[in-house]
């Protein structure tokens, strides 16, 4: 892991929409990594603090309401699945970015089906965590920058990036994090077929091997909710993707 401290600042600084700092809940028991990565993001400008097991991880996301957690898969009382869970009772719209050595394909599935917004694997960059943190909190809603992006219409489904909000025919759709972002991905690209190997770089960021079925599963809970009682927009090309367009 790559421990130095970042460099001058690049993107511009994100903070919660009311302009306070972001906070954030790093959960993991070696102690030296949890102070490393305490320090970067802190050099963000963000409220940080930290946990070393299971249970002090829920204490503190109730004292704290962060929102976003790195957590660590092992801990020394349980496992992060299973905090997570616990800490959705407590917060339910907090971005989780997984963080453990195991680096098996079942292991990737296993926590973005939990639940989780997103995967690290150690060794990694400091630089890398930001970055993954920071696009988590924006596509959440939980952050915002000077000009965050502008506002996306497919037909009658529009979608504004400042306020992270989806509408369809002028009623509000709620979609989680990851959901937001497959739709933002497709909204882009209307009318073009992007296959799944495509969607698994661009939302999830990196190779499931072959385990497409996550696209799958989440362009179902998409259609339920875009689509849901209304001409679909969402489409399955057989053999080579999907396609968003606008309903006849």
């Known amino acids: 892991m790559n421990t130095s401290r970042p460099g001058p600042p690049g993107p511009p600084a994100l903070t919660r929409p009311d302009g306070t700092p972001v906070r954030v809940l790093v959960v993991d028991d070696d102690p030296d990594l949890a102070e ?3 320090g970067a993001l802190r050099y963000q400008g963000w409220e940080v603090r930290t946990a070393g097991d299971g249970a002090a991880a829920v204490a503190e996301a109730r004292a704290l309401r ?9 801990l020394p009382d349980t496992d992060g699945f299973s905090v997570l ?12 970015l997984f963080l453990t050595a195991r680096d098996a394909v079942e292991d990737r599935i296993a926590g973005i089906t939990a639940g989780g917004d997103d995967y690290v694997t150690k060794p990694f960059s400091l630089e890398e965590v930001v970055a993954r943190l920071r696009g988590l909190l924006r596509r959440a809603g939980m ?25 369809r025919a002028g009623k509000l759709v709620e979609l989680s994090p990851t959901e937001y972002e497959l739709l933002r991905f497709l909204m ?9 190997a495509q969607i698994l770089d661009r939302v999830w960021s990196y190779d499931f091997g072959g385990q497409a079925h996550v696209v799958e599963l ?31």
């Open 36 to 38: 490393v990565l305490s």
């Open 66 to 74: 962060p929102d976003a957690v790195v957590l660590d898969v092992m």
């Open 85 to 96: 869970r616990r800490l959705h009772a407590v917060r339910p719209d907090v971005c989780v």
């Open 143 to 167: 952050a915002r920058q000077p000009a965050d992006g502008p506002r996306l219409t497919v037909g009658d489904l529009v979608m504004d990036e400042d306020a992270r909000e989806v509408t």
């Open 188 to 196: 882009h690209n209307p009318r073009r077929v992007l296959s799944k």
């Open 218 to 248: 989440y362009i179902s809970y998409l259609r339920k909710k875009v689509d849901a009682g209304r001409e679909p927009m969402i489409h399955t090309v057989r053999g080579a993707g999907y396609v968003l367009k606008p309903a006849p």
